[in-house]
T-cell receptor, first 116, second 111 residues
């Protein structure tokens, strides 16, 4: 049974704090993704990684960075949290690095981050 | 660029009613198309998918057909249940398995 876990379900931080969101998958997948979900906007891709120490910007990378030191773990970092980063953050991982467009992405339960 | 447009919600139905949620897309090439569902308090899970034109994806009584000529992938169910209440996302695949999502449609089913 595939599993993607995220370190926190709910998080409250203050403006200017450095925030780490962790995602772990136990499926030995190469690809991992970070999305943010906002009402009326759907999910938007922040960053993704297709291998250890590799990263690529998604559609909205500003204000974020990522770290992939181990295959199973992909961290999203908010260098200096701002109120407009209040959102639901979802981590996802598809099974293959081949880029088969039909592959299912497996999602974590999400982290609801509030920045005060 | 690639994009997905789906009907705005919320959609409110009575139990056993027929459901249609419209989804159209713009894409270069031949992407795969997906419907994901998010139940309250949970992450997204795949509902169904279609990988080429004229394919029909189906699961849990839901169906969607990949229509290349109309660039559509509408979600249908003949008889909805209260347990179908959720947010539904239409999506298409980009390179590296990236998904491009629509805005989501909230469905509320009442007894």
């Amino acid at each position: 049974d595939v599993k993607v876990t995220q370190s926190s379900r709910y998080l409250v931080k203050r403006t200017g704090e450095k925030v780490f969101l962790e995602c772990v998958q136990d499926m030995d997948h190469e690809n991992m993704f970070w999305y943010r979900q906002d009402p009326g906007l759907g999910l938007r891709l922040i960053y993704f990684s297709y291998d250890v120490k590799m990263k690529e910007k998604g559609d909205i990378p500003e204000g974020y960075s990522v770290s992939r030191e181990k295959k199973e773990r992909f961290s999203l970092i908010l260098e200096s949290a701002s109120t407009n980063q209040t959102s639901m953050y979802l981590c996802a991982s598809p099974p293959r690095t081949s880029g088969n467009p039909g592959d299912t992405q497996y999602f974590g339960p999400g982290t609801r981050l509030t920045v005060l | 660029g690639n994009s997905v447009t789906q009907m705005e919600g919320p959609v409110t139905l009575s139990e056993e009613a027929f459901l249609t949620i419209n989804c159209t897309y713009t894409a270069t090439g031949y992407p795969s198309l997906f419907w994901y569902v998010q139940y309250p308090g949970e992450g997204l899970q795949l509902l169904l998918k279609a990988t080429k034109a004229d394919d029909k994806g189906s699961n849990k009584g839901f169906e969607a057909t990949y229509r290349k000529e109309t660039t559509s992938f509408h979600l249908e169910k003949g008889s909805v249940q209260v347990s179908d209440s959720a947010v539904y996302f239409c999506a298409l695949s980009g390179g590296y398995n990236k998904l491009i999502f629509g805005a989501g449609t909230r469905l509320a089913v009442h007894p």
